[in-house]
Nanobody, 120 residues
Framework: QVQFVESGGGLVQPGGSLRLSCAVS????????MGWYRQAPGKQRELVAG???????NYAESVKGRFTISRDNTKKTMYLQMNSLKPEDTAVYYC??????????????WGQGTQVTVSS
């Protein structure tokens, strides 16, 4: 079955940077649009950034110009480079395959996520 394993989170000061990784197994990774999602306490999970199988990208307005999504099909891994981090970026970050028309996650199963905390 599909498996998503997120890593790279941590505690960082405002203005700092982190790079998240998402290792995927159980699907033909290169064929799937993918997305990074995040869930802050008391809020619904939201799409942060998406990348298609042809490497087209899209971003939530709140992260445009600060986050960069990428993928390495040979490693079956997706990345999220996060710069100029703000306290409001604090959340658990997850990855999943993505249904492009709605940006909804494709699979019901999620990884454990990786916690990003932005605080001084």
């Amino acid at each position: 079955q599909v498996q998503f394993v997120e890593s790279g989170g941590g505690l960082v000061q405002p203005g700092g940077s982190l790079r998240l990784s998402c290792a995927v197994s159980g699907i033909i990774f290169s064929q799937y649009p993918m997305g990074w999602y995040r869930q802050a306490p008391g809020k619904q999970r939201e799409l942060v950034a998406g990348i298609t199988s042809s490497f087209s990208t899209n971003y939530a307005e709140s992260v445009k110009g600060r986050f960069t999504i990428s993928r390495d099909n040979t490693k079956k891994t997706m990345y999220l480079q996060m710069n100029s981090l703000k306290p409001e970026d604090t959340a658990v970050y997850y990855c999943n395959a993505r249904w492009v028309p709605t940006n909804a996650p494709l699979y019901d199963s999620w990884g454990q996520g990786t916690q990003v905390t932005v605080s001084s």
